[in-house]
């Protein structure tokens, strides 16, 4: 019987259970002059390339954020025309005055209703004003000439957002 050995770079491991030879490791490892070329290449390359990479998703994400703000403007546009063809209708016209300006057509009588407003409409009451005078805990005068002073010799900028739309909703056209 033929007693196989394991060659130097896979030596055995030691009898403890969580030890690795490490020196033995690193010693069957063998880099020619080409691998340490073609190495240092894709190192340079990954240099190159990364900030790169970071400036292209950059201008991908304004030219999206720019994208969706020209959505946002044609589709305000479009309610705003159609909001101004409504204005071209004589019969609309007449309807908004009747119900905005209650006008009414000659020998007509109109009759307004007061309150028709369901119970969880109306407004609250209000409390009556204290007659008693009450002392700020702090001097007003104090707190102004501290804000004013913090503001002015803060050092913070805030980059402007022109063209990126914001996050707030546009009212809805109403009909």
Not at 23 to 51: H, K, Q, T
Not at 98 to 113: D, H, I, N, S
């Given at each position: 019987?033929?007693?196989?050995t394991?060659?130097?770079?896979?030596?055995p491991?030691?009898?403890?259970?969580g030890?690795?030879?490490?020196r033995?490791?690193?010693?069957?490892?063998?880099?020619?002059?080409?691998?340490?070329?073609?190495?240092s290449?894709?190192?340079?390359?990954?240099?190159v390339?990364?900030?790169?990479?970071?400036?292209?998703v950059?201008?991908?994400q304004?030219?999206?954020?720019?994208?969706?703000a020209?959505q946002?403007?044609?589709?305000?546009?479009?309610?705003l025309?159609q909001?101004?063809?409504?204005w071209?209708?004589?019969?609309?016209?007449?309807?908004q005055?009747?119900?905005?300006?209650y006008?009414?057509?000659p020998g007509e009588?109109v009759y307004?209703?007061?309150?028709?407003?369901?119970?969880?409409?109306?407004?609250?009451?209000?409390?009556?004003?204290s007659?008693t005078?009450?002392?700020?805990?702090t001097?007003?005068?104090?707190?102004?000439?501290?804000?004013v002073?913090?503001?002015?010799?803060a050092q913070?900028v805030?980059?402007?957002?022109?063209?990126?739309?914001?996050d707030?909703?546009?009212?809805?056209?109403t009909?």
């Amino acid at each position: 019987m033929v007693k196989k050995t394991a060659p130097p770079s896979r030596a055995p491991r030691s009898a403890g259970r969580g030890q690795i030879d490490v020196r033995g490791w690193l010693g069957g490892i063998r880099l020619s002059g080409f691998m340490v070329i073609m190495l240092s290449l894709v190192v340079l390359a990954a240099f190159v390339l990364v900030p790169t990479i970071g400036t292209y998703v950059n201008q991908r994400q304004q030219i999206a954020a720019l994208e969706a703000a020209v959505q946002l403007s044609q589709e305000e546009v479009a309610a705003l025309e159609q909001e101004r063809d409504r204005w071209s209708d004589a019969a609309y016209i007449t309807t908004q005055a009747r119900e905005r300006l209650y006008y009414v057509k000659p020998g007509e009588v109109v009759y307004l209703v007061d309150n028709d407003l369901p119970p969880e409409d109306l407004p609250v009451e209000q409390r009556e004003v204290s007659k008693t005078l009450e002392v700020t805990p702090t001097d007003w005068m104090a707190q102004l000439v501290s804000s004013v002073t913090e503001a002015g010799l803060a050092q913070t900028v805030v980059a402007p957002t022109i063209g990126i739309p914001d996050d707030a909703p546009t009212p809805a056209p109403t009909e």
